[in-house]
């Protein structure tokens, strides 16, 4: 018998005990499942930071690949049986939580103040704008949709990646710049307001989609302040005084488990009333950490941040490899799936660009910070993510033809962020 090596192998022993016509059982296969994404997930991370680039690309790449490259070879049903196993949907959406947790303890409340007035006209003009080039772009190619899908789709234009940016800013050393500290200050703010836009619209298209009052929509906004603002609020007075609470025995990994303790049940908590469960985990980083100083018990070494990174080393890059296994790229053949993906790359882009109207103070380079505003990276794909899961009508939101060209306008607008930030800061290094 042929031997069968590498991808293909495990991808084949999967298809087979999937089909039950071979040794293992539905245990072992997902396991194999879990083995084919973590690995790869990991090697396309570390082919993409070779080139330069955020992991987060080579993992959504890594993902795209194996699903459109498998059926070619033959092993079709061995990612069909990944794609769609709910056990290791169930994981990658873990890997969300824990994502959104992470940023929170990374977030500082008081860079929304330092920054002033500037970053907040960029983080609105950065989400009404791109919003609405969304909604136009969708309400153009499906006119007979539900309003709430083109919502949907406006929303996810919203996003702005606040880690691929920081990293590029760090890489060129110009952080202390005032450029780098409104597009910083400015992209936390729109993380906070994307999730906003996001509850919205998830809380319309739960509540039937078309038709919702304007009372229906005040009372998801509401919601979502106050439920944002109290946490806020709450990191601010007792953040100290619960860490300390918490780290009192001093017990080994107690810090750790509190903390993703309190990530899901705010994020049980936040569904229960109606918003995203992604709002909760956000929450509950800045509840205990909200001015990411990095956080730790008395005798330890290593903050709550650097005890959370073995986790996102696994689950947050299992979110993006399966978020690629559901791109299919034959979907491009169709030319108003292209157009679509054009069109919202476009909007996405030039969305972003005129954030930088919203800067106030002068001598600042408008052009960069618009720039730095424009990656979608892991945000853009939770909010396809999230689209591709919900229904109206028993129809998902999101189609795979648009699910697939939202996945193209994130991988665009990431990849060119940093040879943009690069020619707008390019006389950084001399200065």
């Not at 080579?58 to 690949?65: A, D, K, N, S, T």
């Not at 945000?379 to 999101?398: C, D, E, K, M, T």
Request: aromatic share 8%; proline share 3%.
């Amino acid at each position: 018998m042929m031997a069968v090596s590498g991808t293909s192998g495990v991808l084949l022993l999967a298809a087979t005990a999937a089909d039950g016509s071979g040794a293992g059982s539905e245990f072992g296969s997902l396991l194999f499942g879990l083995a084919i994404l973590v690995v790869g997930a990991k090697l396309g991370g570390l082919v993409a930071e070779r080139w330069g680039q955020p992991s987060v690309l080579g993992e959504l790449l890594c993902g795209i690949i194996l699903a459109n490259l498998s059926p070619l070879i033959g092993l079709g049903s061995g990612i069909e049986f990944v794609r769609s196993e709910p056990t290791l949907r169930f994981l990658a959406e873990v890997g969300v939580l824990i994502l959104l947790f992470d940023v929170g303890l990374e977030s500082d409340l008081r860079s929304f103040v330092d920054v002033g007035l500037s970053a907040f006209l960029v983080a609105v003009i950065g989400i009404a704008v791109p919003f609405g080039l969304g909604w136009a772009t969708a309400f153009w190619f499906f006119p007979d949709s539900p309003a709430s899908i083109h919502s949907f789709i406006g929303a996810a234009l919203t996003a702005t990646s606040v880690g691929i940016t920081v990293r590029v800013l760090k890489d060129l050393g110009v952080t202390e710049r005032p450029e780098a500290k409104t597009i910083i200050g400015a992209a936390l703010l729109d993380d906070v307001l994307g999730l906003i836009v996001l509850a919205v619209v998830v809380g319309t298209i739960s509540s039937g989609g078309a038709g919702v009052s304007v009372f229906a929509i005040a009372t998801i906004v509401l919601k979502a302040v106050v439920f944002l603002g109290l946490t806020f609020l709450l990191g601010h007075l007792y953040s100290a005084k619960l860490v300390e609470l918490v780290t009192r025995t001093d017990q080994r990994g107690i810090l750790l488990i509190f903390g993703v303790a309190l990530c899901f049940a705010l994020a049980y908590l936040a569904e229960k009333i109606g918003l995203a469960a992604i709002i909760g985990a956000f929450a509950a980083g800045v509840v205990l950490d909200p001015y990411g100083v990095g956080i730790r018990t008395p005798t330890a070494q290593v903050t709550l941040r650097e005890l959370v990174k073995p986790l996102s080393d696994v689950f947050v890059p299992l979110f993006f490899v399966l978020m690629g296994l559901q791109v299919d790229l034959a979907n491009f053949a169709d030319r108003s799936a292209l157009a679509l993906g054009a069109v919202l790359i476009v909007g996405a882009i030039g969305g972003k660009l005129v954030c930088g109207f919203g800067i106030i103070r002068s001598g600042i380079n408008r052009m960069a910070v618009g720039i730095g505003m424009v990656p979608r990276g892991e945000v853009g794909l939770i909010f396809a993510g999230i689209g591709s899961r919900l229904s109206i009508n028993g129809q998902p939101v999101l189609s795979q033809e648009t699910y697939s060209a939202i996945v193209m306008m994130v991988l665009v607008t990431t990849l060119i962020t940093p040879f943009g930030l690069r020619w707008a800061f390019g006389d950084a290094k001399r200065r």
